[in-house]
């Protein structure tokens, strides 16, 4: 048998090439997590704060001429540096969101069904898929885009379907309801040919609105269903979440009314509604979770542990579905796929 030697000179180029690709990938993913990080903050759905300025941001830094400048090459290697310990944390968190709280999946539902990105996934095709909305969609709250909920869900089905090209796009934008979503459907939804478009929509009319803009959603609605149906896509509602600043005794009757009219619109339309406001109420009354285990300080936006767990609850009625479809057994859109317990 031979006994390749490698010369001293070829293992250190060796050395160097690995060190070089190393700092490469470290370096990209630098450049991808600084341009996906939001910047600035949010109130009410993601409505800038009151007196927000972009002076004394920590991400401009002030010049000092009495501190040399760094060069290129260094500033990019403490920003590659910076990357790599910042996703290793984000991963450690993500795979040790649910020992802290479980995600319970007694009595979640989806009502109506998705037959045809059903049928893609289960075929392997390629899927598209819109998430679009107000900040629950952006993913105000959670401490990295990687934590919102569109990000969440495209990994779960990514590993549930791994041979499924998926495509998952985030078309939230925060503050905005039915009105400002109806000015860009077409540009926001329906020309990203969509297979399945799932719109979070109500909680801004309920905490900023009055009773008349609660009744003027359901004719946008209506519009906003009818067109997208009309490309074909598959259509899931997301109502408001139940949080202090829906379930408040002064919006509580506002927040009964807009769940209703999802709910009441999904089954005349025939397709799916999530309830986000009932498996969130579970979360409190039944699991016992006090509001600031899922919510953040503004009493209105989850945090990552509400973004993981309604993503998770999400994906597992779309992957039952999928289920469904590939034992034929297949249900029609106006039945309800999965009971509550």
Request: charged share 25%.
């Amino acid at each position: 048998m031979r006994t390749l030697v490698v010369p001293k000179l070829a293992r250190r180029r060796a050395k160097r090439r690995r060190s070089a690709t190393g700092y490469g990938a470290a370096l990209m993913l630098g450049v991808s997590l600084a341009a996906i990080v939001p910047q600035g903050g949010a109130s009410a759905q993601g409505s800038p704060n009151p007196g927000s300025s972009n002076q004394g941001s920590p991400n401009v830094a002030a010049a000092n001429p009495q501190v040399p400048a760094k060069s290129l090459g260094e500033r990019a290697k403490e920003g590659a540096g910076g990357a790599v310990e910042k996703l290793d944390d984000i991963v450690k968190r993500a795979a040790d969101i649910f020992k802290r709280v479980p995600c319970a999946t007694k009595g979640v539902y989806l009502e109506g069904s998705l037959p045809n990105v059903a049928r893609k996934l289960a075929a392997n095709q390629p899927v598209t898929i819109v998430a679009f909305g107000s900040s629950s969609t952006v993913g105000f709250g959670a401490t990295s885009p990687m934590f919102s909920y569109p990000y969440r869900l495209a990994d779960q089905l990514r590993r549930k379907f791994p041979r499924a090209d998926i495509t998952v796009l985030n078309r939230g934008i925060g503050g905005e309801d039915t009105p400002q979503m109806m000015e860009r459907l077409k540009v926001a939804v329906i020309d990203a040919k969509p297979d399945l478009v799932i719109w979070q929509l109500g909680t801004n009319t309920v905490i900023r609105g009055d009773d008349a803009e609660v009744a003027r959603t359901e004719a946008l609605l209506s519009d906003g269903i009818d067109r997208l149906k009309a490309t074909g896509a598959d259509i899931v509602l997301i109502d408001p979440q139940y949080v202090p600043a829906t379930a408040s005794k002064e919006k509580q009757d506002k927040t009964n009314k807009m769940v209703n009219l999802l709910g009441n619109m999904a089954q005349a339309k025939q397709i799916a509604r999530f309830p986000r406001f009932a498996v969130m109420r579970k979360w409190h009354d039944d699991q016992k979770l006090s509001f600031d285990e899922f919510v953040i300080h503004d009493g209105l936006h989850l945090n990552d542990w509400g973004y993981a767990c309604f993503a998770q609850l999400l994906g597992d009625t779309i992957i039952d579905t999928v289920a469904r479809v590939q034992a034929g057994t297949d249900v029609p859109p106006d039945v309800m796929m999965i009971r509550p317990q």
